[in-house]
């Protein structure tokens, strides 16, 4: 079975801290990625990186960074936390897209249980 | 900017009724995806459909994907407290690498 492993399932910060949420997978996937969950706004794309030391911003990066310095592993960074960061972090992993019989192929996103963050 | 829009928000029946969600966009999709996240995890996939039109049944649950590829149905039939969760459809559009997440159904059944 895929494993999407995250470092911590309950953060408490203070405004203005550094914050290291890092995500581990073991299946060798090409693509990985980190969402934000709040009620109400679904699942809202912050990075995704595709290779390793690759990185592309999402819907929302403001605030955000991330690292890829190992195929398995991808850190999300707040710099300097802020109130409104607090929310629900996701991270994903994904094959590459193959082809299939129509054509282009979306693969299965293989989730974490998830972060928890809380700035004060 | 690419949306998502689900239908209903929240959703509360009885063990037995039929239920159907609704996942819409002014965006075409190369193919869309329907997760099931249930309370401290992660959303899991339940179906992908990539052809207009096309139909999936899982079960009790029915998906389809729209003739212009711009929107979704989910249908369950005979709902049961295990299907409680929260739906989210997730569009994919080729060259982008990105997925598209839709706001979200939370569903109750109750016993």
């Known amino acids: 079975d895929v494993k999407v492993t995250q470092s911590s399932r309950y953060l408490v910060k203070r405004t203005g801290e550094k914050v290291f949420l890092e995500c581990v997978q073991d299946m060798d996937h090409e693509n990985m990625f980190w969402y934000r969950q709040d009620p109400g706004l679904g699942l809202r794309l912050i990075y995704f990186?595709?290779?390793?030391?690759?990185?592309e911003k999402g819907d929302i990066p403001e605030g955000y960074s991330v690292s890829r310095e190992k195929k398995e592993r991808f850190s999300l960074i707040l710099e300097s936390a802020s109130t409104n960061q607090t929310s629900m972090y996701l991270c994903a992993s994904s094959l590459q897209i193959i082809f299939g019989l129509a054509g282009r192929y979306t693969g299965e996103l293989f989730f974490g249980e998830g972060s928890r963050l809380t700035v004060l | 900017t690419q949306l998502l829009e689900q239908s209903p928000q929240f959703l509360s029946i009885q063990e037995g009724e039929n239920l159907t969600v609704y996942c819409n966009s002014s965006?075409?999709?190369?193919?869309l995806q329907w997760y099931r996240q249930e309370p401290g995890e992660g959303p899991v996939l339940l179906v992908t459909?990539?052809?207009?039109?096309e139909v999936k049944k899982l079960k009790r649950l029915t998906f389809q994907f729209g003739d212009a590829r711009k929107d979704s149905s989910l249908h369950i039939t005979a709902a049961q407290p295990g299907d409680t969760g929260l739906y989210l459809c997730a569009g994919y559009t080729s060259g982008t690498y990105k997925y598209i997440f839709g706001t979200g159904t939370r569903l109750k059944v109750l016993a």
């Open positions: 459909v990539v052809t207009g039109g």
């Open positions: 990186s595709y290779d390793v030391k690759m990185k």
């Open positions: 965006s075409v999709f190369s193919s």
